[in-house]
């Protein structure tokens, strides 16, 4: 006879909690290497969510590299990354507060080398001419957007000039070995790096000026990304063209495949500093890749184009570099906390350099995802990771089914994890089941899949996360009375598009969600600002379906339960979308809930927030869906429920 107590789904006590919680978003980022040296960020939740530089080398541990007082984190495309590099003695980096680029020398005290309102990402150093050589964001010209383009700045904080300008997006500037010549991305609107991009090259002079630039790969319709020289100066690139990312380098005349597979080696470049694949030799490339929902380490023979799969116990893998006879990669799993991972190549053992402080949580608590797939409309197949309710301790009444909380991805273009997710976690060892889709236009399958949500936003996310929750609903896994819908940012906006023009789920949650396409097209940041064109019509000619697929002009649709969280310094998705649903539910008497956030932009980095946030929505979830939690939970305002009453809508 089984020794668990029986409850509820959803009042299960769990050990994810509080400071356990809030430690799961303390993830490593952008790693790289410098000699014999390692580099990566580190997030800091309890320190208002403070970047920290940290470095490793043989005979250490890892340690910051840096003083506290710096957070480094560059705004360029506002999502940032590649926000630091390390040369020899010398460390410079973004520091968020104020945006200019510091340099510090062997532990000495940081100095900035740039000016206000020119910000900088995705820096090299040259030093053979003492500057870097990076993306620069120009803010100080009186334009409506700000001015990218390939600059230099020198090391010592002199005037610099710029390499390559006229298109309105650059990343990626690297320069071979020698010094001699240089790759660089570009694109243009309506474009995003996904759909289409360029990739330059061109020979550097001795005083350092660009000449004879050239067009080798890429295309409108051809996304190339990630330019690497190899040892002996061979330039490598990344593109799409057959229908994945795949590895390429270029003849001197054409870009050759170096091993084609069906798989993904690379990812959206929504951030800077992607490395995804890294040489060990001038023959041997060390690369991450996505074949169905999990990453695999790889090592690739370009003589012979023959890739040899890497065991390794970790499913999620990114921030590849590589030395002689190692890979070095950040690497977790579901119940392994993403850490810096040291494999050696000659005997396949594995070491981890750095874990960070995430709390453990015993398996007993843990749910393993499992990549599941369904069917949608138009009788075609989409994807998610389903987790099923697991707590050591705990079992539900005979014949209950559990809640079904359901994931739509930010992005849209993005891709659910594997990772050690205790922000999952929290959910399933409650008692809830998770689906968390990969809805159409989601990365990780190949382009086709990638373009199903071309013009299709609000249709085929919200088709996809409906059928794969009904889909559970008719194999008798879930309840199908206690259906929900989470979503940050572009998830947001699915979770309300679900909400107002399905009648699927019985609670929503949206994340600085997006309730009006129109209003992101007219007023948001640079990078996205013809984001829109393409996920839904050019604007404004297709203004009307702008309005048709916001729930902002059609809130009579939404008859669910809703709960609001907003940060109050968002730029992207400002807080005025957030604040007019609100009201607009309120006022027809829906029950509703606001949480706004001062000092949090678009995505909660501090520790405070990410707790307050999750046990908010667990409230509110217990108010609707009317069970008991097992402490005590800080008390949220539903306005229109009524005191001691739950509410499950029903109407599907």
Not at 479 to 494: E, M, P
Not at 591 to 605: L, T
Request: hydrophobic share 35%; net charge positive.
């Amino acid at each position: 006879m089984s020794s668990k107590r029986v409850s509820e789904y959803g009042s299960w006590q769990s050990p994810i909690k509080g400071r356990v919680l809030a430690s799961g978003s303390s993830q490593p980022s952008e790693l790289k290497i410098d000699g014999e040296r390692l580099y990566w960020l580190q997030l800091h939740p309890e320190e208002a969510g403070r970047y920290a530089l940290y470095t490793w080398a043989k005979g250490e541990r890892g340690h910051e590299a840096l003083p506290k007082e710096y957070n480094v984190r560059t705004r360029v495309h506002e999502y940032g990354g590649g926000s630091y590099a390390a040369r020899g003695d010398s460390i410079y980096f973004c520091n968020f507060r104020d945006q200019l680029v510091y340099r510090t020398v062997a532990g000495g005290k940081p100095g900035p080398i740039t000016r206000q309102g020119l910000r900088y990402a995705d820096f090299v150093v040259d030093e053979r001419r003492g500057r870097l050589i990076g993306v620069r964001e120009d803010h100080t010209t009186g334009a409506k957007l700000p001015v990218n383009t390939i600059a230099t700045v020198g090391t010592d904080g002199s005037a610099g000039e710029v390499l390559a300008s006229g298109n309105d997006f650059y990343s990626s500037p690297r320069i071979d070995r020698s010094g001699s010549r240089i790759a660089w991305v570009t694109w243009n609107f309506p474009n995003m790096p996904w759909d289409g991009t360029e990739l330059w090259t061109a020979d550097l002079t001795a005083d350092g000026a660009v000449e004879t630039p050239r067009l080798i790969a890429g295309a409108s319709d051809e996304s190339v990304l990630m330019p690497v020289w190899s040892p002996e100066g061979t330039l490598h690139l990344v593109s799409d063209r057959t229908g994945f990312w795949n590895i390429y380098r270029w003849t001197g005349s054409k870009a050759e495949s170096v091993c084609p597979m069906s798989a993904e080696t690379a990812g959206p470049q929504w951030v800077f500093g992607l490395s995804t694949y890294a040489f060990e030799s001038e023959h041997r490339i060390v690369c991450a890749f996505t074949s169905g929902g999990t990453s695999h380490l790889g090592l690739i023979d370009t003589v012979r184009a023959k890739l040899r799969v890497l065991r390794t116990p970790y499913s999620d893998i990114g921030s590849v570099g590589a030395t002689s006879d190692k890979a070095f990669f950040l690497g977790g799993s579901f119940d392994e906390p993403v850490s810096v991972v040291e494999l050696n190549l000659h005997d396949g053992s594995v070491r981890v350099i750095h874990r960070p402080k995430v709390a453990r949580v015993g398996p007993g608590f843990l749910s393993k995802p499992r990549h599941i797939q369904f069917q949608t409309t138009g009788r075609k197949r989409a994807y998610a990771l389903l987790y099923l309710p697991r707590n050591r301790d705990f079992r539900a009444p005979a014949g209950s089914r559990p809640p079904l909380l359901v994931i739509s991805h930010g992005g849209p273009t993005a891709q659910t994890r594997t990772f050690y997710s205790l922000g999952v976690q929290a959910w399933t060892s409650r008692g809830f089941a998770v689906l968390d889709v990969n809805y159409g236009g989601s990365t990780g399958y190949g382009r086709e899949y990638r373009e199903r949500l071309s013009g299709q936003w609000g249709v085929v996310d919200v088709d996809d996360c409906c059928n794969g929750a009904l889909s559970l609903v008719r194999k008798g896994l879930v309840d199908g009375n206690k259906l929900a819908i989470r979503g940050g940012s572009a998830g947001g906006y699915t979770t309300l598009c679900a909400l107002a023009f399905r009648k699927t789920f019985n609670a929503g949650a949206s994340y600085f969600g997006v309730s009006d396409a129109e209003g992101l097209a007219k007023d948001t940041h640079k990078f996205e600002s013809h984001y829109e064109d393409k996920l839904i019509a050019p604007y404004p000619e297709g203004r009307q379906t702008y309005r048709d697929r916001s729930a902002l002009y059609h809130p009579e649709g939404i008859s669910a339960p809703m709960i609001f969280f907003q940060g109050l310094e968002d730029v992207i998705v400002p807080p005025g979308q957030a604040e007019t649903m609100v009201e607009s539910l309120r006022k027809r008497g829906v029950p509703v809930a606001y949480i706004p956030f001062e000092g949090e932009q678009h995505g909660f980095r501090k520790s405070e927030t990410i707790v307050r946030a999750f046990e908010a929505e667990l409230y509110f979830y217990s108010r609707i869906f009317g069970f008991p939690l097992p402490g005590v939970v800080r008390p949220v305002k539903i306005w229109n429920l009524s005191a001691g009453s739950g509410r499950v809508p029903r109407g599907r």
